[in-house]
């Protein structure tokens, strides 16, 4: 209650200071325009408001919707829910550092996270340092996340049922891009603590990265005195898209206590390659594909995965483009996502039949944007789910109507 009560009040004071200002002295920070911008940029590729000469700049998201689902014939009707709110908060401590917080309030304020808060040093281009709380750079979405760039009301199933989206975790690392003509290459090595047994001791009874992020410790130490590694390269043409390739992984066990040897190190690694392209039509395809692998404890039934993958493919194509009930420029777009989760590649030992954990969805969509900063979308999901042993899949449905906008 007591965080809550202390956010109300920071808004309300900056809802008193900006409306005592002159608005001139309300502005948006310059941003480098010259470049080609990446996914690794995503996290400064937002809009940020700053008072007057101020050093600190302001900025944010907001997410609701509406939807009504069903699984197999059973519905909980009407649902309203505020998926999440975010602030970010960004400085420059002087001409070659930077420091940029992300803070986000779930489920009305039921959780609230430092997913990022970082200070960059920019010694050149191609070699920055980062240090603090940083988002490990797996995949695109994990560091693209903002609801406002998507045209679609939930994450990609296998950014959050898979991958443990979004993910970060305390540590240091670097990072550059190279220009070259149409080209810029980009890179990016971070160390961090990592994972944990509760990828393996979990309430799904599977293999699942994302309950790691359960541990209410991670950002005070690491859970075994092992670092997580994760790197990413990619590369982007003008007039082609980016491509990028990342790996992730570390020790998830605890392999000693008070010294003593009680385990071997057991590796939990995902390597991803991610995609993004415009075509001549201005349709947009973005998409992302994942692998698992885990080391498991010899004792462990396939009920658990050593293997797993999944991905997402998103197509969207402006409609229409034009002025529309007063809004200057909105667009109205068409958009498709398939997606797949398997989260348990392989077959049985003993039968040699497949198993069969997994997932499949195909959300169908129209967004209206009456400014690039803000979207409504109206969803439909259908998915269709099978347990690992294959038995006739669970069938979900329904509508969905949300919002968000960056402010």
């Known amino acids: 209650m007591k965080p809550t009560l202390i956010f109300l009040v920071l808004c309300f004071g900056a809802a008193s200071a900006k409306a005592q200002i002159d608005p001139e002295l ?113 995949g695109a979405f994990n560091q693209n996340h903002d609801g406002p760039k998507w045209e679609f009301v939930d994450r990609p199933l296998s950014a959050t049922q898979l991958l443990p989206a979004t993910f970060s975790n305390v540590g240091f690392g670097v990072y550059g891009k190279k220009y070259s003509g149409n080209w810029v290459y980009g890179y990016e090595v971070y160390l961090t603590n990592g994972f944990n047994e509760r990828i393996i001791d979990n309430a799904q009874g599977r293999t699942f990265l994302p309950a790691t992020k359960e541990d209410p410790n991670r950002f005070e130490e690491s859970f075994n005195g092992s670092m997580l590694s994760t790197a990413k390269i990619a590369l982007r043409h003008r007039k082609v898209g980016e491509i990028g390739f990342s790996y992730m992984g570390g020790v998830y066990n605890k392999f000693e206590d008070d010294g003593l040897k009680i385990d071997r190190r057991r590796l939990a690694q995902v390597s991803a390659i991610d995609f993004n392209t415009t075509l001549p039509t201005k349709t947009s395809i973005t998409g992302e594909w994942a692998w698992v692998t885990v080391d498991l404890p010899d004792a462990f039934t396939e009920q658990f ?54 997932v499949y969805g195909i959300v169908p969509a129209i967004s209206w944007r009456p400014s690039t900063q803000t ?20 069938r979900l449905g329904g509508f969905q109507f949300g919002i968000s906008s960056y402010f």
Request: hydrophobic share 40%; net charge positive; proline share 5%.
């Open 305 to 358: 995965a050593r293997k797993q993958q999944g991905g997402f493919l998103d197509i969207v194509h402006p409609i229409l483009q034009r002025r529309m009930f007063g809004f200057e420029g909105a667009v109205l777009n068409a958009a498709l996502r398939l997606e797949y989760v398997d989260w348990n590649r392989g077959r049985f030992k003993t039968t040699g039949g497949p198993i069969s954990d997994h």
């Open 26 to 138: 309300l502005r948006r920070p310059l941003q480098d325009t010259g470049g080609l911008r990446m996914n690794m940029d995503a996290v400064y590729n937002r809009p940020f408001n700053q008072f007057g000469k101020l050093p600190v700049a302001l900025g944010g998201y907001m997410e609701a919707n509406y939807q009504y689902l069903a699984q197999d014939g059973v519905s909980e009707r009407h649902q309203f829910q505020f998926r999440r709110m975010t602030l970010f908060v960004s400085s420059t401590i002087s001409k070659r550092i930077k420091f940029l917080s992300e803070i986000e309030f779930e489920d009305g304020a039921k959780e609230i996270s430092v997913e990022f808060a970082s200070i960059d040093f920019e010694f050149n281009p191609l070699f920055n340092l980062r240090g603090g709380i940083v988002l490990n750079p797996i």
């Open 375 to 394: 979207v409504l979308r109206f969803n439909y999901r259908y998915q269709w789910q099978r347990d690992l042993l294959g038995n006739p899949p669970s």
